[in-house]
């Protein structure tokens, strides 16, 4: 009674992920009927459209974590345009072998507006509306948890040279102005599986999924390219400001997010001291420049 009142979309599944039972909720979120889902393998009907390696990415991610958690793509949704978060839970033996999986969707928009609201901005910057911290921290260890070999990935640290004089010469509006500006500017020209955060401040992160080392650099020649076309802000000030990038590759070791994102910060540091508006790398025990 609880499994089909349920208004999170719930899929039971075997280990291989062929559905066994699902609830109403599943099949008013997605447009799949309970019928049509039956003995369906769902790593085919839902994962294998994005690709064998995120099929793998997941996979694993469950083998070691117990569990994986991402969006499903609006496109596999039949005609359902909304992007819900999907969160897949193992359930294990005493051997620690799954038996099944939990396929939970989880729909924000049944919560009342306030809430929904807090749920937001939880996770979101209020000024930019980009993903904070918190949300980035959580995406980096999901990056740290997959096997570099098939993932290569990176951070990008950003800051902005020059915004105190900004907020100094024009006022505070401005510079949240030129803030939001910013982040419109970058998320228009990122992938849509990279993540741009905003920390606070003039500081932003970008999580560069499957980039080698050598992408990684182009991105950030990119992203200093983009800051010599000034900025024409809403309040009719037009604004010229500059960037600098530290990036950490994602190391074979096992590291946590926060040491990766000091890295990412202690590269930045090292662009900064070289003159600013340019990028460099944190490499083991030293930073190299770009």
């Known amino acids: ?32 009927t309970v019928d049509e889902l039956f003995d369906k393998n769902l790593f085919c009907l839902w994962v294998a459209n994005d690709g064998r390696t995120h099929y793998r990415t997941i996979r694993r991610s469950i ?9 499903v793509s609006p496109r596999l949704m039949r005609n359902y345009m909304h992007r819900y978060p999907l969160r897949i839970n193992a359930i294990r033996n005493e051997q620690q072998k799954a038996l099944a999986l939990i396929w939970t969707l989880s729909d924000e ?21 980009l993903p904070n911290r918190r949300s980035l921290m959580a995406r980096l260890e999901c990056m740290l948890n ?10 990008l640290y950003l800051d902005l040279d020059g915004f105190k004089q900004v ?7 401005t510079g949240d102005n030129l803030l939001q500006a910013i982040a419109a500017r970058l998320s228009a020209r990122l992938r849509h599986n990279d993540m741009l955060a905003r920390l606070g401040g003039d500081e932003f992160v970008i999580a560069l999924e499957r980039n080698s080392h050598e992408d990684a650099a182009v ?20 604004v010229h400001i500059g960037a600098s990038v530290g990036i950490a590759s994602l190391p074979h070791d096992r590291i946590g997010a926060e040491l990766l994102l000091d890295r990412a910060d202690r590269a930045l540091y090292a662009a900064k001291r070289a003159g ?7 490499e083991s025990s030293r930073v190299e420049d770009a």
């Open 109 to 129: 928009t049944r919560l009342p507006e306030k809430q929904r609201e807090l749920v937001r901005l939880a996770h979101h910057d209020p000024l930019t509306g």
């Open 219 to 238: 991105v950030a020649e990119h992203i200093i390219e983009q800051f010599q076309t000034s900025f024409e802000l809403a309040d009719g000030n037009i």
């Open 167 to 173: 907020n100094d010469t024009f006022g505070h509006k």
């Open 276 to 282: 600013k508006g340019v990028y460099r790398f944190f």
């Open 1 to 32: 009674m609880i499994f089909e009142h349920c208004p999170d979309g719930i899929v039971i599944t075997d280990a291989r992920g062929c559905v066994i039972e699902s609830n109403a909720s599943f099949t008013r979120m997605t447009g799949y």
């Open 146 to 155: 997959r096997p570099r070999r098939d993932t290569p990935s990176a951070v």
């Open 63 to 71: 083998a070691y974590t117990g569990y994986w958690q991402g969006e």
